[in-house]
């Protein structure tokens, strides 16, 4: 077995939409939804955003979030041809998801997801990328009842990780996000494209191997 090499950090904090996969269900996505389904764009993303926080920290399901944002009248679709159009929205990031499980086998690091996430689109998206094969705990907003940008679920991060903040690199595509954690001492990362974030992780001591940069 090949030696672990040795870092100072210990544990990487990671989101999944914009990171490891593409968003579970963005405005892209709803956007895409309305025109499939012949929605009203406008009034769909009003009830939306009626809904999303209560939807994304578990408090409905998702059958009771279409039902009052969708299905609030008579559609001449099912809500399982809408629940499978939203599933379908959710694509890997391949080269990223590598980059994660070489980084953690490198350097025996610990991987935490920090997402928000809605309970059912969360659980499909970690069995279908079979994420669970390389996180070591999913802190999503739906399992615990926070979400970005409450500072809590950062320090929830700290306690499950137990990691002091030094230790930890934190990979996020939302700079208000990464403004946060930062303020509580996580180093971050504002992911915007492979090459970058390995230059990245680079300077942290985190080195990919050559040909996975190349």
């Given at each position: 077995?090949?030696a672990?090499?040795?870092s100072k950090?210990?544990?990487?904090?990671?989101?999944?939409?914009?990171?490891?996969?593409?968003?579970?269900?963005?405005?892209?996505s709803?956007?895409l939804?309305?025109?499939?389904?012949?929605l009203?764009?406008?009034?769909?993303?009003?009830?939306h955003?009626?809904n999303?926080?209560?939807?994304?920290i578990?408090k409905i399901?998702?059958e009771?979030?279409?039902?009052?944002v969708?299905?609030?009248?008579?559609?001449?679709?099912?809500p399982?041809?809408?629940?499978?159009?939203m599933?379908?929205?959710?694509?890997p990031?391949?080269?990223?998801?590598?980059?994660?499980?070489?980084i953690?086998?490198?350097y025996?690091?610990?991987i935490?997801v920090?997402s928000?996430?809605?309970?059912?689109?969360?659980?499909?998206?970690?069995?279908?990328?079979?994420?669970?094969?390389?996180?070591?705990?999913?802190?999503?907003?739906?399992?615990v009842g926070?979400?970005?940008?409450?500072?809590?679920?950062?320090?929830?991060a700290?306690?499950?990780?137990q990691?002091?903040p030094?230790q930890i690199?934190?990979?996020?595509?939302t700079?208000?996000?990464v403004?946060?954690?930062?303020?509580?001492?996580?180093?971050?990362i504002l992911h915007t494209?492979?090459?970058?974030?390995?230059?990245?992780l680079a300077?942290?001591?985190?080195?990919?191997p050559?040909?996975e940069?190349?």
């Open positions: 077995m090949a672990i090499a040795k950090i210990t544990c990487l904090l990671v989101d999944i939409g914009g990171v490891l996969l593409t968003d579970g269900w963005g405005h892209a709803r956007t939804a309305a025109e499939a389904f012949g009203n764009p406008k009034e769909m993303e009003t009830r955003y009626e999303f926080y209560t939807y994304e578990g399901t998702i009771e979030y279409l039902k009052r969708v299905f609030d009248k008579r559609r001449i679709f099912s399982n041809s809408f629940m499978k159009f599933y379908a929205q959710s694509k990031f391949p080269r990223m998801i590598n980059l994660i499980t070489q953690k086998a490198k025996g690091l610990k935490v920090v928000n996430e809605a309970r059912e689109l969360n659980a499909y998206r970690i069995r279908k990328f079979r994420l669970d094969l390389f996180v070591d705990a999913f802190i999503s907003s739906c399992y926070l979400r970005k940008p409450d500072k809590d679920i950062f320090r929830l700290l306690d499950i990780s990691a002091k030094e690199v934190y990979i996020e595509n700079s208000m996000f403004q946060i954690a930062q303020s509580m001492g996580i180093q971050s494209d492979y090459k970058s974030t390995c230059a990245q300077s942290f001591g985190l080195k990919v050559k040909l940069r190349e």
